[in-house]
């Protein structure tokens, strides 16, 4: 059976994005495909790499078109369940003057908390390298038990385990609940990505070395990754930390951009003969180029429709090689 690079469990769902007023000066929205954990599977396989997603959107035209898109990215879409009687998740997204977005969530109840622990094959998860998980399947029933499900088994069979926090406080009935599940991913994963305002939400430390060293000793997490949008990005690996500075775009709208960012990193570390034995120049190295595709995915709209090339990447690092070279 095929080797999976990385495979991801979790939301799936339409992203309305703002599109402009209509000729009756109403405001209009673009319907884009996303979910995080679809976007980071779906920037890695249009990238090349096997990838596949575990998760269940309704029986409706949205969800064909999210499968759709998925499969013209390369992903392997065989885990996706349909649900006959509920609808498929929808997120309604708000762009302030520079682009960054907040989000409203049409979900109670949708269709990517459907997903149920009879849908998860330990067949599948033992064929993958890295496994990828988020908050968002953790915020109800069932898909927080199927969630877990699938995480002690990619655990159990020894796989490098990938979580993004990406608290989204609207979805929780309870903040306690909220902090509690996301801490127990913390505490099982390898590879972290956290944002700046998450960091200071899990910690409480408002200075980012102290908070990224509190963090990471408290959930023993091999290589923490902190997003800090336009400024760059910041690391702790095993004890060393590091900032790697961004790149200055004119941002369009940074839907998925945090998302892309860490399908660049899982697609270097695949790179790698050993996963977990990466030096400090690797790490350097890697997010060098993340920090570079995350800023070319804000120059579009939507998450997923906003995928750099390789091409267009590799061009952006070269045309930009100086700038790295002054701040680094």
């Not at 799936?12 to 109403?26: E, T």
């Not at 929808?90 to 302030?96: E, I, M, R, S, T």
């Not at 961004?246 to 941002?251: D, P, Q, T």
């Not at 180029?289 to 690092?317: H, M, Q, R, W, Y």
Request: charged share 25%.
């Amino acid at each position: 059976m095929k080797e999976i690079d990385v495979m991801a469990i979790g939301e799936l769902l339409i992203d309305f994005s703002p599109a402009g007023p209509s000729l009756n000066k109403r405001p209009t929205f673009e319907q884009n495909p996303g979910g995080a954990p679809a976007n980071v599977v779906a920037a890695l396989g249009k990238w090349g790499r096997a990838t596949s997603m575990i998760a269940r959107v309704g029986e409706d035209f949205f969800g064909e078109d999210l499968i759709s898109t998925l499969k013209e990215h390369h992903v392997d879409c065989s885990l996706i369940t349909k649900d006959k009687k509920i609808p498929t998740t929808l997120a309604f997204v708000n762009l302030d003057d520079n682009g960054n977005r907040s989000f409203r969530f049409y979900r109670k109840p949708g269709a990517d908390l459907m997903l149920h622990k009879d849908n998860i094959e330990e067949t599948g998860i033992k064929r993958c390298k890295i496994f990828h998980f988020g908050s968002v399947s953790l915020t109800g029933e069932p898909s927080r038990e199927a969630t877990w499900h699938a995480v002690e088994l990619a655990k159990e069979n020894a796989k490098i385990i990938s979580f993004d926090p990406n608290v989204r406080e609207l979805l929780w009935e309870d903040h306690d609940e909220m902090k509690e599940q996301i801490i127990r991913g913390l505490s099982v994963a390898d590879l972290v990505k956290v944002s700046e305002e998450e960091l200071h939400f899990l910690t409480g430390e408002d200075m980012l070395e102290k908070a990224m060293t509190l963090l990471s000793e408290t959930y023993s997490i091999p290589l923490l990754i902190i997003t800090l949008g336009a400024e760059g990005s910041s690391y702790r690996l095993y004890g060393k930390m590091g900032f790697i500075p961004g790149y200055k775009v004119r941002a369009l709208d940074t839907t998925g951009a945090g998302d892309v960012f860490w399908g660049s990193v899982l697609y270097q570390l695949l790179g790698r003969a050993k996963l977990l034995e990466l030096q400090e120049t690797d790490i350097v190295q890697i997010l060098q180029t993340a920090n570079a595709v995350g800023a070319l995915t804000t120059l579009k709209k939507g998450a997923i429709p906003s995928i750099p090339t390789i091409d267009e990447i590799d061009l952006f690092l070269r045309q930009h090689r100086t700038h790295m070279e002054d701040k680094t």
